[in-house]
């Protein structure tokens, strides 16, 4: 039987073909190489997934179902659009998978504080609620621009317990959390974890945040077939880092028939510098402890990010999207911010579901390319999150 090119990634090195890695000093490696032993340790036993799996069944709500948008395919008079409603989780997205997983792990390695950024609020709310429910101290760095933004997140992180962290410094966005979150877990990397939001940063984050959003991928495929007796044409997912996009393709990697696609955004248009498209106009490089793809600035450092969705504004991507885009695996494309709020109040007039604005990425690709396709074509939408968090600002700057 041929082996599966996607099969065995990332390598023990934590490669994705020349994608990953770990890039840092040596003690940190040893850390991560720490944390590495001690998933790859509880991943195979029997106590560790029992208790995660009734977790995500009775805390979570799994599985999420998969919803046929009848109205909304009928308006654009082609394909079907079908969403994966990661929006009904516990917390209202798709983060509350890995930070189960992480939390747990940082419990079982004896780990005083966990640490992290969020960009959008939905990691960060995520993760204060597992550490919540483990009982572990939770730190979250977010930029000041964010934390205007996305101000539910912010309550909810404080009533959870979380200490949050304002970070002022540059854009006041996605990567300088990353950037703070990073120089405090520093201070003490054997006795605190950082608890990285997607599928970024050194091995072995990348691997270790896909196996535990697997599921939704995995449920997906499942449900899918059982109820049309086939997979669907299409598979798409909004990419910021990455996680919920690479949870869902995991399962479609082998599957050559079926078409997947990862929408980043365009933001105000990729001929300008307000974008976050990594993957279509960046370049190999290096950030955050990995190779991956990078957007740049002239002088060769991280680009200055724009997106309407503050979880998809981060200049670098999960090593694994980058390798997937040099294998051609999955097609990366962009949609701009207007196209995004478009389909953010089409899919709520439409269907009454409101969609958190990176979600509403992927529902605008589906949403221009229902219309061109052919009503026997289905294409599967990862609904990642839900769009409570958004909706004062989408009222502010459509005067709502
Ligand atoms: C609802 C939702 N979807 C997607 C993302 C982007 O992250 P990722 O690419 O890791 O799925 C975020 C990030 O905050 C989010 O909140």
């Not at 991943?43 to 009848?70: C, K, M, W």
């Not at 101290?137 to 959870?160: A, F, R, S």
Request: with cysteine; glycine share 10%; hydrophobic share 40%.
């Amino acid at each position: 039987m041929s082996q599966s090119p996607f099969a065995e990634l990332p390598d023990a090195n934590g490669y994705f073909g020349a994608f990953g890695g770990q890039h840092l000093p040596p003690e940190l490696k040893q850390v991560m190489d720490d944390i590495d032993a001690a998933y790859e340790e509880i991943r195979h036993r029997d106590d560790f997934q029992q208790e995660l799996a009734s977790l995500l069944s009775d805390y979570v709500g799994r599985p999420s179902p998969i919803f046929h948008a009848r109205r909304l395919s009928e308006k654009l008079g082609g394909a079907q659009i079908h969403l994966k409603r990661e929006d009904l989780n516990h917390t209202g997205a798709h983060k509350i998978n890995h930070c189960l997983g992480e939390a747990l792990l940082a419990k079982f390695m004896g780990k005083t504080k966990v640490i992290a950024e969020t960009g959008a609020g939905q990691h960060g709310v995520a993760l204060a609620t597992a550490c919540a429910l483990v009982g572990l101290p939770c730190e979250i760095h977010m930029g000041v621009t964010d934390i205007k933004k996305e101000h539910p997140n912010v309550t909810k992180m404080k009533i959870l317990g979380a200490t949050l962290v304002p970070v002022s410094r540059g854009a006041g966005t996605l990567k300088e959390a990353v950037d703070s979150a990073f120089e405090e877990y520093l201070k003490d990397p054997h006795n605190f974890i950082y608890a990285i939001g997607s599928v970024v940063g050194p091995h072995p984050f990348p691997k270790m945040v896909r196996d535990f959003q697997a599921i939704v991928g995995r449920e997906a495929r499942e449900q899918f077939q059982a109820c049309h007796g086939r997979l669907p044409d299409h598979v798409v997912a909004c990419v910021g880092g990455g996680s919920n996009a690479i949870g869902m393709f995991t399962a479609f990697l082998d599957d050559a028939d079926v078409h997947l696609v990862g929408v980043e955004p365009a933001g105000e248009g990729l001929d300008t510098v307000r974008h976050s498209a990594t993957l279509t106009l960046g370049k190999p490089g290096m950030l955050h402890g990995m190779a991956c793809y990078v957007l740049e600035d002239a002088e060769g450092n991280p680009a200055p990010v724009h997106s309407i969705a503050s979880g998809l504004d981060y200049p670098g991507v999960g090593p694994q999207h980058s390798y997937l885009k040099e294998q051609g695996r999955v097609d990366y494309i962009a949609m701009s911010d207007a196209q995004c709020l478009e389909a953010f109040m089409t899919l709520s007039r439409v269907e009454g579901i409101i969609p958190a604005l990176e979600s509403a990425h992927a529902v605008a690709w589906a949403m221009q390319e229902a219309a061109r396709l052919p009503v026997s074509e289905h294409i599967l939408v990862n609904l990642s999150g839900r769009g409570d968090k958004d909706a004062d600002y989408v009222a502010e700057i459509l005067g709502l």
